[in-house]
Structures are given as C-alpha cells and as structure tokens.
C-alpha cells in the first residue's frame, strides 16, 4: 500500500507539458510551499524577456516570476513592493526598482520584463506602457540550470520559501525569450494579438510541475 501512494504522488507530480491557451494557474491561498515549477532545456541567456498577466487583492510584498541557479538564487527575479508601491526586477542579484505603476487589485496585468547582457539594461513594460531603461549588470550572462517557479520566491536554488511574500490569486500567457522582444511583439502580447510564443517557456506548449496546492483553470474573460 505504502509503494502504491508513493507510485500515485509521483505520477501526480511528475512534469507535463499541456497547451495552456485560455487557462490560468490559480493561487488560492498563503503558502510556503504551493507553487508551480516550469522546465526548462536552455542552460545560458544573455537576454531576456519575461511576459506576464496576473490578477490578485494582495497588500502585501509577492512575488510574481522567480528565476534561480545555483549560484543565484535571484538571476531573474519579478516582485512587487507594497511598502514602496514598486515594480522590482532583480538580475544577477541587482536590483532595480520601478513605480508609478497603476497595480491595481483585483484586474488583470500584463508586465513584460526585458533584460540585455551586452548594455547592462532593463526594462519594463505595464499594461503596454514602457518605463525608462535602467542599468543593472553588464558583461555576464545567466548561466547554470535554472529553477523557474511561479508563486514562491526562491531565496535558495529551488526552496527557501517565505509564505510572507507568496503568490495568491491568478496568473496565465507566461512566455519567456531568450532575447529581447521588440516594442510591437510586446505591444501584440498585452493586446492578445498574434505574437512569437517564447522559445524558453511556451504557455502553448508549457512543460510545468505542480506542487501543492495549485489549480488549472478556465481563464475567465470580461463579458461585453
């Protein structure tokens, strides 16, 4: 009986890759643990772009994209601030900060973040309006195997999850690139028009594990 609940706990966690068009991870409450693990072949980025749409009420510090390797426990970090009402993007642990950003609760969001090894700068775009570029570490690339997680933020490869800064609410359409998106694929990504899905994670084709508690929905539109 003990190999038959082992064998079942496997298969339950065990990756899959599914065509998510149209559905949404769901985040129902505060947890160290519930979160969502996307896999990955890739092994080194020079650039990036990570787009986005989430809905929460939270008032509180969240996470909303992590990205660790062994050496990093922050390469390719997005979270917001709610003591400082800032957008952060952390790269290779360097930290940049964004605000006056309309976040409000209980809406969909769409946040692209953009990242080039070679000028060192960042940049993010919130609901389709771009913020100024700002610098943060030039000269190095994100190397290593990455743990891309969504709904936790990673203080170690992996794990050191906090339950204060937990995801809880929706979150769906995560791409990522491994180079920079121009303005207008970004501009097509928020708009639901056709763009190029990303070539590191595919929401169409997204190789995911689940653990805990973590729901597949129905992404529910506004009616008209």
């Given at each position: ?68 390797t062994a050496s990093n426990s922050n390469e ?9 009402k800032e957008l952060e993007s952390h790269v ?63 203080d170690a490869h992996g794990g050191g999850f ?63």
């Open positions: 009986m003990t190999f038959l609940l082992l064998l079942a706990t496997l298969i339950a966690c065990a990756a899959s890759i599914e065509d998510m068009s149209g559905k949404m991870f769901t985040f129902p409450l505060q947890s160290n643990k519930a979160h969502v693990k996307l896999i990955t072949s890739l092994r080194e980025f020079s650039s990036v772009t990570v787009c986005h749409r989430s809905f929460t009420d939270l008032k509180r510090d969240h996470v909303l994209f992590s990205l660790a390719f970090l997005i979270f917001w601030d709610e003591a400082n290779r642990e360097r930290k940049t900060e964004y605000r006056g950003m309309d976040y409000k609760p209980n809406m969909w969001h769409s946040i692209c973040t953009t990242w080039d090894s070679e000028s060192g700068l960042v940049q993010v775009w919130f609901d389709g309006r771009p913020s100024i570029k700002k610098f943060s570490i030039s000269g190095s690339t994100i190397r290593g195997t990455p743990i891309i997680v969504l709904g936790q933020e990673q906090d339950i204060n800064q937990s995801f809880v609410g929706m979150m769906s359409d995560v791409h990522m690139w491994h180079y920079i998106l121009s303005p207008c694929e970004i501009q097509n990504y928020v708009d639901h028009l056709n763009f190029t899905p990303g070539d590191v994670i595919n929401w169409s084709a997204l190789e995911y594990q689940i653990v805990d508690k973590v729901l597949i929905e129905k992404k529910f539109e506004t009616c008209h």
